[in-house]
C-alpha cells in the first residue's frame, strides 16, 4: 500500500511534468517554430504601421522642440532689444556729461577754479593724513 501510494506520487508528477513541458514547447515542432498564420502581407503592413506611428512620434517631438526654440530666441530678441535701448540711452547721457565738462574747461577762469578747488583738497588730505 505504502509503495503504491509512493509509485502513484511519482507518476503524478512526471505527468504534471510532460504536461508543463508539452505547454512549454507547445509553439516548437520538429525542425523549427510553427509559422503563424499571418500572410507576409499582413506583417509588412503591420511593419509599415508601426515604422509610421513612430515617425508620427518624432515629427511631434520635433515640432515642440522647434517651437520651443523658437520662443526662446524670440525672447532674447526682446531682451536684446531692451539692452540696445538702455545702452542709447546710457550713451545719450554720457555724451551730455562729456559735453559739459568739456564746456567748463574751455574757459580759463574754469579751470582757474577747478585748479584752486583741486588744490584746497590736496591741502585738505595733507593735513588730515598728517594730523592723524
Known amino acids: 500500500q505504502n509503495n503504491n501510494d509512493v509509485y502513484l506520487s511519482i507518476f503524478a508528477r512526471c505527468r504534471d511534468f510532460r504536461s508543463h513541458r ?4 507547445d509553439g516548437i515542432e520538429e525542425g523549427g517554430i510553427r509559422a503563424p498564420a499571418y500572410s507576409s502581407r499582413e506583417i509588412h503592413e ?6 509610421m506611428d513612430s515617425l508620427h512620434d518624432r515629427v511631434n517631438v520635433l515640432k ?8 526662446e530666441v524670440e525672447n532674447h530678441n526682446r531682451m536684446l532689444d531692451r539692452m540696445g535701448n538702455d545702452m542709447d540711452s546710457s550713451r545719450g547721457f554720457l555724451s551730455g556729461t562729456v559735453d559739459k565738462f568739456k564746456m567748463v574747461f574751455e574757459t580759463k ?24
Open 109 to 132: 577762469s574754469s579751470r582757474r577754479m577747478v585748479t584752486m578747488v583741486a588744490s584746497f583738497i590736496a591741502v585738505f588730505l595733507l593735513i588730515y593724513y598728517l594730523t592723524k
Open 64 to 71: 515642440r522642440l522647434t517651437g520651443d526654440i523658437h520662443e
Open 46 to 51: 503591420h511593419e509599415n504601421d508601426q515604422a
Open 22 to 25: 508539452a505547454a512549454l514547447f
